[in-house]
């Protein structure tokens, strides 16, 4: 059975206009020399009866390794999108402050996986080996498929509100 997630897209305002979006590299061996697709929100499955929206500000803290910092406005729904292996993503976005804390330092939750595939053979990974900010079209390119549709809504919803 699919199962459901929910995440995060911290974001953060350029000087003038735009905006960068922050965004984590899967960690283990698989994603090792991978790009295109192997970037992901901040994100992990929901514990039984967890609100999405607080399970998705844990997730976000847990990868990172840190305390989000405070929002100084509402977090943005951005809804939710189905992967192409059929897991659920909800998400919500969070502007980041400047000067936020030093992404640099990221310290991962790790996951115990099997590698190489079908060998027996277990290994602990980080979940996220790096994050990045990148522009909108960036993201999209880099981003899970379906998840590029956040980047979007993101856009829209701060279009909409003229902030």
């Known amino acids: 059975m699919p199962t459901t997630s929910a995440g995060l897209l911290p974001y953060r305002r350029l ?77 919500w976005a969070r502007e980041w402050p400047r000067p936020g804390p030093d992404l640099e330092q990221i310290n991962s939750n790790t996951v115990e996986i099997e590698w190489p595939p079908r060998s027996g053979r277990r290994i602990e990974v980080p979940e996220i080996d790096r994050v990045a900010w990148l522009a909108p079209d960036d993201a999209r390119r880099l981003v899970v498929s379906a998840q590029a549709a956040f980047v979007d809504r993101l856009e829209d919803a701060l279009t909409t509100t003229g902030t």
């Open 15 to 91: 000087p003038g206009a735009g905006i960068e979006v922050l965004l984590g590299h899967m960690g283990g061996p698989f994603w090792a020399r991978k790009d295109e697709g192997a970037w992901t929100l901040l994100k992990g499955e929901l514990d039984p009866d967890e609100d999405p929206h607080v399970a998705a500000l844990r997730e976000a803290s847990e990868e990172l390794g840190m305390a989000l910092p405070p929002s100084s406005a509402p977090d943005i729904e951005l809804g939710e999108v189905r992967q192409r292996a059929g897991k659920k993503v909800l998400a």
